[in-house]
């Protein structure tokens, strides 16, 4: 796996051995990126369920100011933490071996506010929902963040969560990135469903 695009291109990425985590695809990765790049210019990154890093590494690269990377599983997050190393970014990252739910509350408690929020948890095992209501409270999250949810197609999240509502999706198969807005926004507008 490599950095795809910006300054770190093609700057090679340590991934865990096994089969726990589930990095994001390329495809996706680049959809994803290319729809956030109007807002990731010293942007302040949060990627939870990061895994071995590399949609937060890409979004540094890319030009997000700071990226705050959570990954609870050892091999994962030791992976995660050689990827920041390697790529020199130890000062623009926080890596935090822990569960979203303790991170988030960490971060909050820390006072610390994210303009992009990204989660690819495992699927199947009800995090999206759960994570998306944490983030709805509104806690670490600026007023008009931007928060993508990774998830298994045919499991889409509910289109409002707290102050979250839902305006885009881009299908990849059976995985789908839904994006929300924090604030005053309205749901999903006509034409914002993207298939490939």
């Given at each position: 796996?490599?950095?795809?695009?910006?300054?770190?291109?093609?700057?090679?990425?340590v991934t865990p051995r096994g089969h726990r985590t589930r990095p994001t695809a390329d495809q996706v990765r680049i959809a994803l990126m290319d729809?956030?790049?109007p807002s990731l210019t010293g942007a302040r990154f949060l990627d939870l369920f990061a895994g071995a890093g590399s949609v937060g590494l890409e979004a540094l690269s890319r030009g997000a100011g700071r990226a705050v990377l959570v990954e609870r599983d050892?091999?994962?997050?030791?992976?995660?933490?050689?990827?920041?190393?390697a790529l020199g970014v130890a000062n623009q990252?926080?890596?935090l071996p822990m569960d979203a739910a303790r991170a988030l509350n960490r971060l909050a408690a820390a006072?610390?506010?994210?303009?992009?929020?990204?989660?690819?948890?495992?699927?199947?095992a009800g995090?999206?929902?759960d994570?998306?209501?944490?983030?709805?409270?509104?806690?670490?999250?600026?007023?008009?963040?931007?928060?993508?949810?990774?998830?298994?197609?045919?499991?889409?999240?509910?289109?409002?969560?707290?102050?979250?509502?839902?305006?885009?999706?881009?299908?990849?198969?059976?995985?789908?990135?839904t994006f929300f807005r924090?604030?005053?926004y309205d749901a999903k507008t006509p034409g914002d469903s993207v298939s490939e």
């Open positions: 796996m490599r950095i795809i695009a910006g300054r770190l291109k093609g700057q090679q990425l729809t956030l790049m050892a091999d994962a997050a030791a992976a995660l933490r050689r990827n920041v190393a990252t926080l890596v006072g610390e506010r994210f303009d992009l929020v990204f989660l690819d948890p495992p699927y199947g995090l999206v929902e994570t998306l209501l944490r983030l709805g409270v509104g806690e670490v999250i600026t007023l008009d963040a931007i928060v993508i949810a990774q998830h298994f197609t045919k499991h889409a999240p509910p289109d409002r969560i707290g102050t979250l509502a839902a305006y885009r999706t881009r299908r990849f198969g059976e995985t789908t990135l924090a604030g005053a």
